[in-house]
């Protein structure tokens, strides 16, 4: 049996198969462990692979926001009133443009749901709102604003936060994960780890009715009576595809796990799926937000070009994709003395001066760009407002000697507060496209069919995001999606209704 | 016969073919008829399946330049010493990031022996240089530049222009066609027109063997002992592929044909092949290009964004990939009144004024920001320079009132200059993304491997082109690659070397 490729091979090709399950997920993070609850509870015999020695993947590793609304508890608790209409204004408009309406709508919709279902796997939810700009708030409150507050989107859709985040000061992700993990432990779900998918099983009629594996070097085959559900996350540690689909993110940080190797995605594509928005990203920059809120953010040119104030991930993309790079801010003493230390990343102004003009000589910017840019911003400051970008009128204030200016991409290790290094890593990318997919979790072919039997949810699918991102959409549809395909494949015998 | 799908069939599906050849070229545009004429050359029983009735395709109607180089005999002529080298550079650069070197450096090493062939095929090139900005010359003259001379190129490569263009005064891809049409009726190519071809018969051994075709209403299949050549077209004309791989072009004016339906990449994909920067595409915008160098273009925020006298293929580009529209060019009445009407592309001012900031207010762009624009570049226009943008100095002289400005991005229809009317419409997008290939015009399979008889030229491939497009680099790269497929195929048995 041939393995060096990704090509399904046939039922004959395997012989006899090492394993028997009804379901078989690939991969353990949060859209794996999602899947293989929900088909256990309804009924299907699943097996999980996982190719690392335990659950948790890349979900395990991130901040654990979770983008959810429509009312939550947690919403209601800290004053807000929110509907699902109000949430698919906002994700329409803030990932996009090229989001997929059908596909925010069906997660809109089912979101209230959603966040009783996570609370009810364990994940708590503490009833607080962090109601600065930041990536990860420092306490343990439940809610944190997403840009819903800032502009156009406070005049696309009425604003609420809808940040969630699991009961964890700083980075959550870990605790989303460590109560997902401990649900399919108690459940039924046989967890297979150390065993990474290679390739499907599909049979003459093109129904996908197994795996191959690799365990401990060895060919390790499952056959799936019901169906296969791919959740292997993106392919931001594949170079050679990132140079394929999205070659702008090369060489910036990759954010994820080596698993993020794009081989879901290319076994499924090779049983004839189809994919989507392969170019889609995010590329969140590592900028102290609380700074970039009260900076003057310019490009390589010396202009503005994006609300200082508005979600981080919003404001990587626009400089990545928009090509804006390098990108500086520019802050007075005053605005950088207000930021508490701990909050600043470790950035200092690697240069500061008394003049606008020198500034701009000393970055190296086109003479007069950053002086005109400045002055208008001034000008405008001064009454109040900021009728260029529309930076919330809290936030504008005419800058004043002396100056200072970070260049926010490059990547540096530079002194923390905490008296040790802070890396500074510029962009941080993964991947948000993949393979195409029904609200249900069924992954569609080339002539926009379902292919039998096989399933994909997570950073392996095509995610709700396409030109824009906005945190918590990745382990939201990964969670919510991951769901619906454990439902879907459990009522189903290789692609017939069982 | 199922042919309602895209997924290859079994030569045991097919039964009796209708035809057989050696070599099945898909498609008569510039690609496919560079592909037949390169495979009966070398020996080749050639069958040519074109599904309208007669050679042509987009090429036909396309403005006929080919981006050629290395010191062609038409550059000798017109004094311009050039280099593969040199061109690699302003190549790489000019159609990134992302842009695929190996190609481009195939594509640069060839070019003067390219030039040759085309020459030798009929295709005339009067040695005279165009000096002028331009879409299309409204000479003969068989050179013009395509930005090789405008920031950043000169500084990264030795500028030579490098627009060559068959004797016709204006379009000219009409020309091309007729000359390579000529020569394939002439050849023993077989052309067998109004034949549509929808999906491809593969063995069991993944060779393909053949084509399955619609010609008249009937099946019509082609058995290939050889190899097939897709020469299909892009797929700008199949929304539902746009909306999945490069929304930013949905509700856009198509350029092209309705043959540009991705089916050519869709058939070959369900065949197991890799697609390649399937969001890159060109976005012209219908701008008149000595207005647009004697401009100050301004974005919705009121900025500049680029330097108006670069090659107008980027402008449009950089305006719809960048953000940035709708965008604006700012005119003084002088600047527009020493631009030929006949060069104004019907556009008048939208908007006259007798100072900025009744002019900013008239547009609706924010406060001041036209104002503090125009101020910057004035006061280093009255030194002759633009150190912000790099336009090039000969351009580069303060506005002075009265102030005229044109939305370039409206799609409107206007008085034209011979007294009918001219239709203005905003973008014109084409597709550059598709195909995986080898620079032999292999077709690459998901885990990297030729796809066994299958060969791709033209926009049905993956371009030369990535982030940026250059006018030429697509009848450029179809034909030269073209013509490597069809030999590559006339030396093999599907896939084995004959």
């Known amino acids: 049996m041939r393995t060096e490729d990704v090509f399904p091979i046939s039922p004959d090709e395997v012989g006899e198969w090492s394993a028997e399950t009804d379901v078989a997920v690939i991969g353990g993070g949060c859209a794996g ?8 509870r309804a009924g299907a015999a699943t097996m999980l692979l996982e190719g690392t020695g335990g659950l948790g993947g890349a979900s395990a590793m991130s901040g654990g926001e979770i983008y959810l609304g429509g009312g939550t508890p947690i919403q209601t608790a800290c004053g807000y009133d929110d509907s699902p209409e109000e949430m698919i204004k906002f994700l329409a408009a803030a990932l996009g443009p090229g989001a997929d309406e059908e596909r925010i709508t069906a997660y809109c919709e089912g979101s209230l749901e959603h966040f009783h279902w996570l609370a009810d796997q364990g994940v708590p939810f503490k009833a607080g709102l962090w109601e600065q700009p930041a990536w990860v708030p420092p306490t343990d409150d439940g809610l944190m604003w997403m840009g819903e507050n800032t502009y156009p989107y406070y005049e696309i859709a ?16 870990w605790l989303l994960m460590d109560q997902l993990g401990a649900r399919v432990t108690e459940s039924d779900v046989r967890l297979v780890t150390g065993t990474r998918a290679e390739r499907l ?28 559900i791919v959740c292997a996350g993106g392919f931001v540690f594949n170079d050679a595809m990132l140079a394929e689909h999205s070659p702008l993110l090369l060489g910036h940080r990759k954010v994820g796990t080596e698993g993020d190797d794009g081989r879901g995605i290319l076994m499924a594509q090779a049983a004839g799926a189809q994919v989507r928005r392969m170019s889609a990203a995010q590329a969140g920059l590592t ?8 900076s003057v953010l310019v490009n390589r ?43 600043r990343l470790g950035r200092t102004p690697a240069w500061v001066t008394e003049t606008v003009a020198e500034l701009e000589k000393e970055i190296g910017l086109p003479d007069g760009a950053l002086q005109s840019t400045i002055d208008l911003y001034n000008r405008h400051a001064k009454l109040g407002h900021d009728p260029q970008f529309h930076k919330r009128a809290a936030l504008v204030r005419p800058l004043r000697p002396p100056f200072g200016a970070i260049n926010v991409c490059m990547n540096e290790v530079v002194p923390g507060a905490d008296g040790g290094s802070v890396a500074n890593t510029g962009f941080g990318v993964f991947t948000t496209g993949g393979l195409a997919t029904t609200t249900s979790g069924e992954v569609l072919d080339l002539a926009g069919e379902p292919v039998a039997g096989l399933y994909a949810a997570g950073r392996t699918a095509a995610g709700i995001q396409a030109g824009g991102y906005i945190s918590g959409t990745s382990l939201g549809d990964g969670t919510f999606f991951g769901r619906r395909a454990g439902r879907a494949a459990a009522a189903h015998l290789n692609g017939v209704p069982a």
Chains 1, 2 share one sequence.
Do not use: K, W
Not at 159 to 172: D, L
């Open 33 to 40: 462990a999602s899947a293989a609850l929900e088909a256990t």
């Open 158 to 173: 009425t604003p609420a936060p809808r940040g969630h985040r699991p009961r964890s000061t700083g980075h959550g992700g």
């Open 201 to 228: 099983v599909m049979d003459r009629d093109r129904r996908v009715v197994g795996v191959v594996a690799r365990r401990l070097g060895e060919v390790f085959t499952v056959r799936a009576r019901q169906g296969v």
């Open 287 to 294: 900028v102290p937000i609380q700074l970039l809120a009260r």
């Open 301 to 343: 040119h010396g202009q503005r070009f994006i609300n200082e104030d508005t979600y981080g991930g919003l404001v990587g993309l626009a400089a990545l994709f928009g090509d804006h790079t390098p990108v500086y801010l520019v802050l007075d003493e005053a605005s950088y003395e207000e930021v508490p230390e701990n909050e």
